[in-house]
């Protein structure tokens, strides 16, 4: 028995060492190049083109700061903007079912481009999908004027004179920041890889996914799928991609199934999560979920739709 434990144990922590520095390769990187543009004004840049499209949903301009930390940085750092600023509970219901459906653009792209779409496609599918549920939201949603919290939380404030010496200081916030992430990756994914490895073992597995197997085919994925749904929810898409990638090498799920998986989490991922967090600032969780399942749905069974109508054409012209 011990030398099964230990089996399991060892070949998970070698597993999941290769893993964690294949996505750490990847968000090492962009996550200090994301820093590099906070620091320098980008975001505030991008934030005044983004004014135009703001109106077009019925948010006022400066939600586009918002919105362009949230899809640069992360949904965390999204939230931290949200509470700074003064918004009603509607636009900030808005804005917050946008962050969600478009937060980390660039790191989850860069992630999820290697086991599902490609990085322009990913990004692209994410901010339009963002702005067609803020623009039904602000047809669908009651008036909800009242003041959103506000005040509660700045985030890291940039420095208003750019020097070598505060760039030191950003640079040396960012590498520490890359530091802890390392660490939390490598312990995330064992015990992620641990987990499945023992259900695999002790023949489990089939057991703890069989209930969520109905759910999948209505958001037409394979009962495969489902253990990779629940890793994406509960931890988040860069881990999901990397529980992924694992079982599409060991021959668990084809490169279809975990392709179509992909474009599900890129809409619904660390659903738990993001919702509680934006929920104990007041925003209803009631209307933070439905909008990423649905555009997760549509997303894969209008991809599903549309490879049937090329398949279906190819096969006339022959």
Known sequence: MKEIVKDIVVKSLAKSIGTSLWILRIMAPVSLAVKVLWFFGVVDILAQWLEPLMHFVGLPGHSAIVVITGGLVGTHAGLAALVSMPF?????????????????????????KKIGPPFAKTVSIRIVAAFMAAWALSHLLPAMS??????????????????????????????????????MILAIMFLLILLKNVLTKTGLMDTCIKPFKPLMAVFGLSGESSYLWLVGNIVGLSYGAGVLKECIDEGRITQEEARAASYHLIMSHSIIDDTLSFAAFGVPGLWIVPPRLVM???????????KKYRQRTSMSLQ
Request: aromatic share 6%.
């Open 146 to 183: 009242e003041p959103f919290a506000s005040g509660m939380a700045t985030g890291a404030a940039r420095p208003a004179e750019i020097t070598w010496v505060a760039f030191g200081h950003a640079m040396a916030d960012a590498a520490m920041s890359i530091l802890q992430l390392a660490v």
């Open 88 to 112: 009603t509970l509607r636009e900030a219901t808005i804005i917050t079912v946008m962050i969600c459906l478009c937060h980390a653009l660039i790191l989850e792209g860069a992630v999820v």
């Open 296 to 306: 997760a749905i549509g997303l894969v069974w209008g991809r599903k739709f549309v």
